[in-house]
């Protein structure tokens, strides 16, 4: 019987929050993460498209775990909608499939924005990582196939316009999950009868990661020039943020190092004391300032579901 094989790498946990620049890819950018950090795994919370620049937080080692709680955080984004023109995919890389001479009057434009918010109903782009019968829908779109994506309810908790052109518009949006911005710019453009695609996106925040976070990419290859290996590496690590962050918005349980021990080994633990919680559907055990487990707290004990080495 063979063994197992050892995986390569660092078993290193952290959120890296990098500030991806335009022209990368979001898989490309993980895939030089993890190369640079020389960590066993990595994953990100939100895909980035090359032409948007912006805060892409990627996982580290076990905080690969904690992808699914960033991937539900609100976003902002600034984004710019250039009039007159709409295009395949909705953006500056598509072809023109719509063009118009007319443009929107500031005035206009504000008078759409409130139908924005609040929970919409949108259609993602063509080109767009959606399902359609097993198969992506970017995928079909580049094989010059036209197919019918269902429309789906999306939050907009905020929208605001920042500038105002002739030929452009620059606004910020506040937003859940799920919400494409170039859906966004091509139904403004649609609704006003001038037409319109995204000209530039920028994403500044992923909750719970604050904007001040972010690490450029040029920082961190910089450090590439640096000869000695555990120095560049501890240099690297400097950057990351602990893996717990990613969970501030859930219900936290300071338990003891026994507890710990107890918790790693699968097994349930006990809640004593007056103010121990009665139930919560998740929360997360700390022992020392350190991630231990999500679980959940029931019959006063916290069952854990996802263990941290």
Sequence with gaps: MSKPRKPKGRPISGWLILDKPVDFGSTE???KI???FNAQKAGHAGTLDPLASGMLPIALGDATKTVPYVMDGRKIYEFTVTWGEERSTDDL??????CSDRRPTEE???AILPSYVGTISQIPPQFSAIKIAGERAYDLAREGETVEIPSREVEIYRLTLLRCEPDRAQFEVECGKGTYVRSLARDFGRELGCYGHISSLRRTLVAPFAEDMMVPLSE???LEAVEDREERLAALDAFLVDTAEALSALPQLRITEDQAHRLKMGNPIILRGRDAPVAEPE????AGGKLIAIGEIAGGEFHPRRVFG
């Design 29 to 31: 950018a993980v895939g």
């Design 220 to 222: 961190l290859l910089a």
């Design 34 to 36: 993890k190369w640079l």
């Design 93 to 98: 890389e598509g072809e023109v499939t719509q």
């Design 108 to 110: 206009a434009l504000r």
């Design 283 to 286: 929360a997360v055990a700390l």
